[in-house]
């Protein structure tokens, strides 16, 4: 058994036509990849290209898209 504290970890909804877009925009796999209900393990990246922390990146629907981050919490 292990114990994972999850306090700092947080959860964004990204839905609308250009949702796919922006999760490939700022993610490093391609979220077109997926089926509604699968899951992939990517990186997030800052604007310049800059690697932020590792994310969830889960398929709701084609126009919908749930992250689940690791670093949202400042410490």
């Not at 947080?10 to 509604?36: C, F, H, M, S, Y």
């Not at 922390?53 to 949202?72: G, T």
Request: glycine fraction near 10%; charge should be negative.
């Amino acid at each position: 058994m292990g114990l994972f504290d999850v306090s700092h970890m947080g959860e964004i909804e990204v839905r609308g036509p250009e949702a796919l877009r922006l999760v490939n925009q700022v993610t490093t796999n391609d979220a077109a990849r997926l089926q509604a209900g699968q899951v992939q393990y990517s990186g997030l990246l800052y604007e310049h290209g800059g690697f932020v922390d590792d994310i969830l990146v889960h398929k709701v629907a084609d126009d919908h898209y749930f992250l689940c981050v690791n670093a949202s919490s400042p410490v």
